[in-house]
């Protein structure tokens, strides 16, 4: 007879799912950051002084960089907020936040789960306004020199307001980000297993301004051949393609301007489509730590990784 609860078995079976059967976002985004991945792994593992040397600073700046984001995202996070989901879902008071880690595993979910969608909504409003303004601003003379710093504002803000999602789960399962004992956890949790998904994000969002900043260079040279759709599909950026596409569905004839409007928006969905995509993952893999914690806590390390472990081999045998 098992030691787990009926609700933590499917939470092991949930895990175990999760590290044999990745999502194909974070499937893609590990490809896409394989190759830097893997040149950092070769830079780690030289011996080279110089090369040491380099990456030693370079881990130190990530390191840093990350630990005054999850400060700058504990600022954003009310503890207050975490309270009223504990007294709204389960009429519970909780006092300090520390306390509610003795409680059942399926109220921890439940509240963490609360802060999903309205997460994914300031993430997906703060892509789409960054995408818009890079695409805005390649097509206005002389505002290009202004996109790296756009670039730069984009990855900085959307990492915060995905790091203050983490601390937000972080503390619905007993891990305020207020407490700096907590931090080791939390750093855990937004990269629980040494893939090259954040890797893959950077290179993805990269790609993406890339694609955006394209389309509007290639719609202002061909705008009225794209119109009457004199320009073949291979010979255009795939933003532009996915456009006409989409209008040729819908029985749309697109005309310059309206292909003027449709690149920003399409843009706009392109890059926070990317972030919502990027936040849904850190969700689930900030909830599989969390939640190993509280088995870890409620049982012993030991017992619970094999049970994992043991569901893990039942996938793969399927």
Not at 294 to 308: F, M, S, W
């Amino acid at each position: 007879m098992s030691a787990f609860e009926e609700y933590e078995e499917q939470v092991i079976e949930e895990i175990a799912r999760n590290e044999v059967k990745p999502s194909p976002v974070k499937t893609a985004l590990e490809l896409a950051g394989k190759p830097v991945s893997k040149v950092l792994d070769i830079a780690h593992r030289s011996e080279n002084r110089y090369v040491q040397k380099a990456i030693r600073s370079i881990d130190a700046t990530i390191e840093k960089s990350l630990i005054k984001t999850i400060q700058a995202a504990n600022t954003l996070t009310n503890a207050e907020g975490i309270r009223k989901e504990y007294k709204k879902k389960w009429q519970l008071d909780t006092g300090e936040l520390e306390s509610v880690r003795g409680l059942p595993l399926l109220q921890k979910d439940k509240v963490a789960d609360a802060f999903d969608v309205s997460n994914a909504f300031i993430v997906a409003t703060e892509g789409a306004v960054m995408g818009a303004a890079t695409t805005l601003l390649e097509a206005v003379p002389f505002a290009q020199i202004a996109i790296p710093s756009v670039v730069i504002a984009d990855v900085a803000a959307s990492m915060t307001m995905m790091s203050r999602h983490i601390c937000q789960i972080a503390a619905s399962y007993g891990y305020p980000s207020s407490n700096p004992a907590h931090l080791p956890h939390i750093l855990a949790a937004m990269a629980p297993t040494s893939d090259a998904s954040d890797e893959g994000f950077m290179v993805t969002k990269a790609a993406a301004i890339s694609e955006i900043r394209e389309s509007v260079k290639f719609a202002s040279r061909h705008t009225g051949e794209l119109a009457k759709g004199l320009v073949k599909d291979g010979a255009s950026p795939q933003l532009i393609r996915l456009v006409r596409f989409v209008a040729e569905r819908l029985g749309i004839i697109v005309t310059e301007k309206e292909l003027g409007l449709l690149i920003p928006i399409a843009g706009a969905v392109l890059n926070g489509g990317l972030n919502v995509a990027f936040q849904q993952m850190n969700h689930t893999n900030a909830k599989d730590y969390f939640r190993r914690l509280h088995l870890y806590d409620r049982y012993g390390e030991e017992p619970v990784v094999r049970a994992i472990e043991s569901a893990k081999a039942s996938l793969k045998a399927k």
